[in-house]
């Protein structure tokens, strides 16, 4: 049965969003780099075919994007996130460096500590590429255990999020929105590699029974069109009070009905936006409407209306794949853009 839903205008007044874990959490990640092992991978293969290499030897990437089908060349140049952001931060977070051959043929490795390696990564999937990444991964099983909770208030998530990091239970997140007329419920699939599945210190009006899945056809990864798309990150606490307004522009712009899939969502450490000074963490959404090819066209002014009020409300526009949309191009902060 699917879950009640509660008037959107919940703010953060109606739950504080993890009260002390919004400054503990940041770095509680256990997972030491000792424990992560460097693979060397083309940057021009797939997730989904890493995924079947690493699966074979009791492994995977450290973080997975949602779409698996995409290169790491295209996800890693937009700074994506993904399945454990909420613990370890975007997915560059697991490039430890990159290899490419020079002119002459000489091997060239830029590191992390190198001054050019943010901006190398950036450059991945502009121009053809035979780069090599050393990639962290971790031995986790391919199957890992799932739960299937809902909440009626965006605060509540947030603060539950934000405490399941900071204790670390569930190494799997990913979350969708899904819009109603000042509604929004979101509803989550939280999982780890087979240990006990605890929730009894989260607020969700519904969870399932722990039920085993095979990582590689995880239920939450449908195959998005693609399109504009418009990400977003609004800072925590702030943010939450700028939600209603934002539901509000997507109910008078009449894109509801095309979110029916719901939006994604995820709380992000600091770490994962740079050039943000302050140490906070950020609430991200990714809107992906569905429309028909005759409704296209008028797509993008509705999208750039809604990248204008939430930039007003404080949020910083993120990439969310390989194109730049011209019309968002002199939007603040970094352009909204096309997976294709």
């Known amino acids: 049965?699917?879950?009640?839903?509660?008037?959107?205008?919940?703010t953060c007044a109606d739950a504080d969003p993890g009260g002390s874990a919004l400054a503990q959490a940041a770095g509680s990640d256990p997972l030491s780099r000792a424990a992560m092992q460097p693979v060397t991978v083309s940057a021009g293969q797939t997730w989904a075919r890493l995924c079947a290499e690493l699966a074979a030897i009791g492994q995977r990437p450290l973080i997975l994007p949602e779409d698996l089908d995409t290169t790491l060349a295209e996800t890693l140049r937009v700074d994506e996130f993904g399945d454990s952001s909420h613990l370890r931060g975007s997915i560059r977070e697991s490039v430890r460096a990159i290899q490419q051959r020079t002119g002459d043929g000489a091997e060239q490795i830029i590191d992390r500590c190198d001054p050019n390696f943010m901006s190398r990564l950036e450059q991945l999937a502009r121009t053809?590429?035979?780069?090599?990444?050393?990639l962290d991964v971790i031995s986790r099983p391919q199957r890992l255990l799932l739960r299937r909770c809902a909440w009626t208030s965006v605060p509540e998530f947030i603060r539950d999020v934000l405490i399941?990091?900071?204790?670390?239970q569930h190494e799997f997140l990913r979350a969708r929105l899904f819009f109603g007329s000042k509604k929004c419920v979101v509803r989550a699939l939280l999982g780890s590699y087979p240990a006990p599945l605890d929730v009894s210190f989260l607020r969700p009006v519904t969870a399932t029974e722990a039920e085993a899945v095979d990582l590689s056809q995880d239920p939450s990864r449908p195959k998005w069109p693609?399109?504009?798309?418009?990400?977003?990150?609004?800072p925590l606490p702030d943010g939450l009070r700028a939600w209603p307004e934002l539901g509000l522009r997507l109910e008078e712009q009449g894109l509801i009905n095309s979110l029916a899939r719901g939006a994604s969502s995820i709380a992000v450490l600091p770490r994962a936006l740079p050039g943000n000074a302050a140490s906070r963490w950020h609430f991200r959404v990714v809107l992906r409407p569905e429309v028909s090819s005759s409704e296209i066209d008028s797509l993008l002014p509705r999208l750039r209306l809604i990248a204008e009020q939430a930039c007003a409300l404080g949020a910083s526009l993120r990439p969310t794949g390989t194109r730049s949309d011209p019309a968002l191009a002199d939007l603040p902060g970094t352009i909204a853009q096309s997976l294709r």
């Open 164 to 168: 399941d990091a900071a204790i670390y």
């Open 1 to 10: 049965m699917p879950p009640s839903e509660m008037n959107a205008s919940a």
């Open 128 to 134: 053809p590429t035979s780069e090599q990444l050393c």
């Open 226 to 234: 693609s399109g504009h798309w418009l990400s977003f990150c609004l």
